[in-house]
């Protein structure tokens, strides 16, 4: 494999998803270091979502981050600020690099990297998500809505859910709708390593959209995801939760690759 394939694009902020994009240029326009909530009322992103992205631009030289300088007793807050633009010649980013090269040492170290890669997803989805009141009771639309908007903030491009086709019923010789959604992703922010490492990549978006599923107290469950279905689509498919006769799990991995 060509070593340059492996490679960022040279541009600092090429390849930023859409709400990335839109944190960078609100660190870019303020006069001064700004905190996450000034952020979040700019972007209108919730405030788990715009301190990951913050967090990236950090690790990714995009941005600094820092206590604020206070004079008064308290805990001072973490303030942001972008980085002065540099020379696309200056460095290389090899971010593809080392994930290729992390995904395979998970593949290779862990006996069920699936699993744990679900669970690992689950996590993160859960703290990308926007949690509800504590007795607001969310119903599948809002679910789905919540949840598709976490996976547009991620990068995944998703489309409107449409309800899942109608099926066969075994041995009943009648067709039944099964009440599910499928929610199309056009587009894999991990793409080049996910082809590679299928089982890990592919395990963890399954593992974020039922870790968001579960934070909102979603009456859905992420039963599979059918990624590459098209050269450029994924599948995510939900089903009610009363079909789920043992909730939520993990276990449940993405087919292998084809």
């Known amino acids: 494999m060509d070593a340059s394939t492996l490679t960022d694009p040279g ?8 709400s990335r994009r839109r944190v960078l240029q609100t ?23 715009a301190r990951f992205h913050l967090d990236g631009l950090v690790t990714a030289g995009l941005a600094q981050r820092r206590a604020e300088d206070r004079g008064r007793p308290g805990r001072p807050r973490m303030v942001y600020q972008a980085t ?18 992390l995904t395979g040492l998970v593949t290779h170290a862990l006996p069920e990297p699936g699993p744990a890669a679900v669970a690992a997803g689950q996590v993160w989805g859960r703290f990308l998500a926007q949690r509800p009141a504590p007795l607001q ?19 995944f491009a998703p489309g409107p859910a449409q309800a899942e086709p109608t099926t066969v019923a075994a041995g009943a010789g009648r067709s039944t709708a099964s009440g599910g959604r499928v929610i199309p992703l056009h587009h894999c922010p991990f793409r080049e390593v996910a082809v ?18 579960n934070e909102v107290r979603a009456p ?39």
């Open 137 to 155: 009771r969310v119903d599948a639309h809002e679910a789905v809505r919540r949840l598709t908007a976490v996976l547009a903030d991620v990068g």
């Open 27 to 49: 660190l870019r326009a303020a006069a001064t270091p700004v905190g996450v909530q000034e952020v979040c009322d700019a972007t209108g992103l919730h405030a788990n979502t």
């Open 11 to 18: 541009s600092p902020d090429a390849g930023l998803g859409a």
């Open 196 to 213: 590679q490492q299928r089982d890990v990549v592919c395990s963890l978006h399954l593992g974020l959209i039922r870790g968001v599923l």
């Open 220 to 258: 859905v469950h992420a039963d599979r995801l059918d990624p590459f279905v098209e050269p450029t689509v994924c599948l995510a498919h939900l089903s009610p939760l009363e079909d789920q006769p043992n909730g939520p799990g993990v276990d449940q991995q993405v087919p292998p690759p084809g």
């Open 84 to 101: 002065a633009t540099e020379d696309p010649a200056a460095g290389m980013r090899s971010y593809r690099l080392l994930a290729e090269m």
